[in-house]
């Protein structure tokens, strides 16, 4: 079974910082992943999908790595801003029609 | 583009009361899904549809039932409410199998007193 997970659960950085997140998956035979911003009260808006095929997605200041062989994914963002501040979803497919997602990571950027 | 719209976006139940929540999308999407989103719990998946007139079960069924008459709506139901219920749930649409990524709505916010 495909498990994912999102560590750290919280981060709070002060604006202007450059920060990683990381997100972790069990079976690394995955077709791609995806990236999600939700802010609070909202629903999930799409950042960044990676192809299995592929082993970065930049947009703007973010940028993801795909790595399967380490069932690993990372989202940097750089130079981070108030605006930033939300919660990180990172999700990966599961049986065909399903996707798994992590928990993740609720970011805060202090002024 | 509106994308994948979801109505209500807030509603309160009484235990034993039925609704339906609606998902429209505008992208001419093949795919369409139902989740819910529970504190500790991560998203979920109710039930799903390939194409117009198919549904399918996802992880946590029970409780719901869905409905695809048209490509661009999916219905889910709740026949009779329960607090444990009580969640947010999101549609959510792709063009095909999960290669496409995932384009949500925005939620309702039901809660079942």
């Known amino acids: 079974k495909q498990e994912v997970t999102q560590i750290p659960a919280a981060l709070s950085v002060p604006e202007g910082e450059n920060l990683v997140l990381n997100c972790s998956f069990t079976?690394?035979?995955?077709?791609?992943l995806q990236w999600f911003r939700q802010d609070p009260g909202k629903g999930l808006t799409s950042l960044l999908l990676i192809q299995s095929s592929q082993r970065e997605q930049t947009s703007g200041r973010l940028n993801a790595s795909l790595d399967k062989s380490s069932g690993r994914s990372t989202l940097y963002i750089a130079a981070s801003q108030p605006g930033d501040s939300a919660t990180y979803l990172c999700?990966?497919?599961?049986?065909?029609?399903?996707?798994?997602f992590g928990a993740g990571t609720r970011l805060t950027v202090k002024p | 583009n509106a994308g994948v719209t979801q109505t209500p976006k807030f509603r309160v139940l009484k235990t034993g009361q039925s609704m339906t929540l609606l998902c429209a999308q505008d992208m001419n999407h093949e795919y369409m899904y139902w989740y819910r989103q529970d504190p500790g719990m991560g998203l979920r998946l109710i039930h799903y549809?390939?194409?117009?007139?198919?549904?399918a079960k996802g992880e946590v069924p029970d409780g719901y039932n869905v409905s695809r008459l048209k490509k661009q709506n999916f219905l889910l139901g709740l026949e009779s409410a329960a607090p444990s219920q009580t969640s947010v749930y999101f549609c959510?649409?792709?063009?095909?199998?999960?290669?496409?990524?995932?384009?949500f709505g925005s939620g309702t916010r039901l809660t079942v007193v």
């Open positions: 999700a990966v497919p599961y049986n065909n029609n399903d996707m798994r």
């Open positions: 959510a649409s792709s063009p095909g199998r999960v290669l496409y990524g995932y384009t």
């Open positions: 079976d690394s035979a995955i077709y791609n």
């Open positions: 549809s390939v194409g117009e007139g198919t549904t």
